[in-house]
């Protein structure tokens, strides 16, 4: 079974600074993984989805890597400002292969400090 | 364009009555999903439909959650019957053919008093 780990649970820094968000997984038998962003009592909204071809994809400031062999993803946020504050959770399809549904992590919940 | 809406946004209900989540996925995908957040958790997966096939309802807690898909487009969860651990949030997301993205729509935040 699919299980989905992320730590740091919380994490806060300073405004400017840059900083990792980890993810890993236990089956790498996947073929993509998603990286949303949660503000409070708002859905989820798609930040990057990496194919299981592709190393790493970049979207402005973020950047996020994918090591199959090692069930590890990775997401960078360069120069981080109040407004990315929120809960980061990353998902990969379940063990199953062919379906569609995702399983995600608890989240991290960033907070970025004026 | 338009995103996924959900409706209703808040949902107050007492033990044992019935509920009815509906969503409306981006026109034109023909997949769409059903997930169930906790507090403090990630979303965990109930069920899936493609068009107005449901394909996947394994993540279903009990039978006294249902939903339908009828024409391909709007989406209808229910629960009968509500208990107090049914108190989350539903979310919906919807992807279009031979994609593997996934769009959430805000969510249904459901308290069973």
Redesign the interface.
């Given at each position: 079974k699919q299980e989905?780990t992320q730590i740091p649970a919380a994490l806060s820094v300073p405004e400017g600074e840059n900083l990792v968000l980890n993810c890993s997984f236990t089956d790498s038998a996947i073929?993509?993984l998603?990286w949303?962003r949660q503000d409070p009592?708002?859905?989820?909204?798609?930040l990057l989805?990496i194919q299981s071809s592709q190393r790493e994809q970049t979207s402005g400031r973020l950047n996020a890597s994918l090591d199959k062999s090692s069930g590890r993803s990775t997401l960078y946020i360069a120069a981080s400002q109040p407004g990315d504050s929120a809960t980061y959770?990353c998902?990969v399809?379940p063990s199953q292969g062919g379906?569609?549904?995702?399983?995600?992590?608890?989240?991290t919940k960033l907070t970025v400090n004026p | 364009g338009a995103g996924v809406s959900q409706s209703p946004r808040y949902k107050v209900a007492k033990r044992g009555q019935d509920v009815a989540l509906r969503c409306d996925p981006i026109s034109g995908h023909v997949s769409l999903f059903w997930y169930q957040q906790a507090l403090g958790q990630g979303p965990e997966f109930l069920t899936y439909f493609q068009n107005e096939a449901q394909l996947d309802k394994s993540g279903l807690p009990s039978d006294r959650f249902f939903a339908e898909r009828p024409e391909g487009s709007v989406s209808t969860l229910k629960i009968q019957r509500t208990q107090q651990e049914d108190s989350a949030v539903y979310l919906c997301a919807s992807s279009p053919a031979e994609s593997y993205e996934q769009y959430f729509g805000p969510g249904t935040r459901l308290t069973v008093t």
């Open positions: 989905v073929y993509n998603q949303f009592g708002k859905g989820l909204t798609s989805l959770l998902a399809p379906s569609e549904k995702l399983v995600f992590g608890k989240g | -």
